[in-house]
């Protein structure tokens, strides 16, 4: 796992730490020394710590004039026993939406499991977002952690797109496809 990073080809575009609107704001990083692990797994030192034990990511880019967010997530979403969501939401998403955020793109394809508890800050986050005309949605989980968040009803909240192959997409280009998306499913 210590070879999964972030991904890195739009940070000629947005770097987390360099931008002071960010949680992440003068975060510094080594590229040597790997301190933080999922399932005793030493994970890429780039990954962020947001108070999660099992989950950690990375905002890899942010336009605020679209009001829209990309980020990037590794390890274990445990809202049963870490309350995830709850820790995610108010140290990372009520940052951003103070920022004039409203539209939220979630990389999970290194998301390994999901355990769910209830709904009340996925509720929430939704209807933050949904005031503002925005959305939240999930790209590219794997089908187990997919599952376990319809199972858990989650998917009321957080779009579940199946849209794997985001890499070639520019930013820009990648929350025109997934904003299209939404509004063609909410067309249906």
Known sequence: MHEIEPYYNWRHLYIAE?????????????????????YNYYIHPQWDDFG????????????????????EFIGEW??????????????????????GISKFILIGENVLNFHSSDDCYYEEWYEDV???????????LPEQSKHDFIRAGIQHFVELLDLIDWRPFTPNNLFNKVDNLIIKRLGE
Do not use: H
């Open 52 to 71: 999660s034990q099992t989950l950690y990511l990375k905002i890899i880019f942010v336009d605020y004039e679209l009001g829209c967010c990309i980020i």
């Open 78 to 99: 445990n809202d049963a026993i870490e309350n995830d969501i709850m820790t995610l939401k108010r140290d990372v998403v009520d940052k951003l939406l103070v920022q």
């Open 130 to 140: 949904s005031e503002e005309g925005g959305w939240i949605a999930m790209l590219g």
């Open 18 to 38: 360099e931008d002071s609107k960010s949680p992440f704001f003068g975060r510094t990083y080594s590229e040597f020394e790997f301190t933080q692990t999922v």
